[in-house]
Structures are given as structure tokens and as C-alpha cells.
């Protein structure tokens, strides 16, 4: 049971323009959402990550949405960039503050130049 | 980088054979994790710890046991390997249990 699903394996876009990666959440517990991203041959680093009490968060290019009653959330690459190219994770929390945190499946993300 | 080490970084082993991975932190945090990389299934947590002794399941811990003897150690070991066990496994620590967890660089496991 896939508790946090990201549909899309892979995704393809142009060197500057928008990345929209999607993930999807069963869970209504969750209440902390984070986004990673996976180069080849390293550990996944964080990138931003959102609180339920929000719909929205930016860091730089980075904005993360998440929309409570769809049990969904989004991360917005703008622009992009070949150096973006990698594998992305979202992972969601529990609000029973257990420390469990769940991934999905990844998304791979090629910008070109 | 936050400091995580994990031993060995790869390792080939043979079908029935018990392994030990160790996951080694610096950064006195309370939790951590071991994960598996699949291709198709993304990360999947196979244990994790919230204290010294205090662990729980994941969504694959089936074949897996840890143990957390003191806060900067968490061992993970394989009982008996199968080949379904070989994959890439990676550490994780995190201070709480609402913040982001930071990742070791992993451990690359074949069971031939």
C-alpha cells in the first residue's frame, strides 16, 4: 500500500523553462511534507519542505504547493536548469510526531540544454 | 554535510549468509533510519529508531532486524540474505520527528 505515490517516473523539459513534479498522499495523518532530490551514486539531499498549516513555500527557484483536499502537493522548478537533472522524492510525515517519514517511488527529471 | 557514515559502501555476499550494515552519526540526533533504493518503488523504510533501544517497523522489514545500542550507532542486519535483498541502502538522521532527515551516501548490497 503506497501510501505516497508520485505518478510520473520520469519528466522532460527545456533549459529555463518550468519543472512541475506531482505527488500524491493517502495518508490524512500526514501533516509535514518534504521534497529530495537524488543525484547517481549519492544519498538524497534535502530541498524544501512544507507544513499543512501552509499552501505554499518558495526558496529561490524551488516552490513547493500543497493542496490539503486533494491530498496533493507539487514542487515548481523555475527556471530551470541542466545542473536539475536528477532523481526527485517527495516524502510526507505523520502528525503522531513518530519520526516516520515515507517516500515515493521518485521522479527523474531531465533538463535540456 | 551532516555527519553520516555508513560501512561498508559495497558488498557482495552470498545467498544465506547473515550481513551487518552500519550506520554511524556524529550529529547526536535522536532519529534514524535505514531505507532501501529500488528501481520502480523509490525509497522504502525498512526500520527506524527514535531513541537508544527504541525502534520500529517500516514498510519492509520483513528479512530485517536493527539494533541501537547507543545514539551514534544503528546497525541493520540481514539474518540471512536473499537475492530480493539486493539493493542500495541508505542511512538517515534526523534531530526530530518533524524535521527533514539528512541521508549517509549509501551502501551498495549484492546477494549472489
Known amino acids: 500500500d503506497q501510501q505516497v505515490k508520485q505518478n510520473s517516473p520520469s519528466l522532460s523539459v527545456q533549459e529555463g523553462r518550468i519543472s512541475i513534479l506531482n505527488c500524491d498522499y493517502t495518508?490524512?495523518?500526514?501533516?509535514?511534507f518534504l521534497w529530495y532530490k537524488k543525484y547517481p551514486a549519492e544519498g538524497p539531499t534535502f530541498l524544501i519542505s512544507?507544513?499543512?498549516?501552509?499552501d505554499k513555500n518558495e526558496d529561490g527557484r524551488f516552490t513547493v504547493f500543497l493542496n490539503k483536499s486533494a491530498k496533493h502537493l507539487s514542487l515548481h522548478i523555475v527556471p530551470s536548469q541542466p545542473g536539475d537533472s536528477a532523481v526527485y522524492f517527495c516524502?510526507?510525515?505523520?502528525?503522531?510526531?513518530?519520526?516516520?517519514?515515507?517516500f515515493g517511488q521518485g521522479t527523474t527529471l531531465q533538463v535540456k540544454p | 554535510d551532516a555527519g553520516i557514515t555508513q560501512s561498508p559502501r559495497h558488498k557482495v555476499t552470498e545467498t544465506g549468509t547473515p550481513v551487518t550494515l552500519r550506520c554511524h552519526q556524529t550529529e547526536n540526533h535522536r532519529y534514524m533510519y535505514w531505507y532501501r533504493q529500488d528501481p520502480g518503488h523509490g525509497l522504502r523504510l525498512i526500520h527506524y529508531s527514535y531513541g537508544v533501544k527504541d525502534t520500529d517497523k517500516g514498510e519492509v522489514s520483513d528479512g530485517y532486524s536493527v539494533s541501537r545500542s547507543k545514539t551514534e550507532d544503528f546497525l541493520l542486519t540481514l539474518e540471512s540474505a536473499t537475492s530480493s535483498q539486493t539493493s542500495v541502502y541508505f542511512c538517515?538522521?534526523?534531530?526530530?520527528?518533524?524535521?527533514?532527515?539528512?541521508f549517509g551516501q549509501g551502501t551498495r548490497l549484492t546477494v549472489v
Open positions: 512544507i507544513s499543512s498549516i501552509k
Open positions: 495518508n490524512s495523518m500526514f501533516d509535514y
Open positions: 538517515a538522521i534526523s534531530p526530530t520527528g518533524n524535521t527533514e532527515a539528512f
Open positions: 516524502a510526507a510525515r505523520p502528525s503522531s510526531n513518530t519520526g516516520k517519514l515515507i
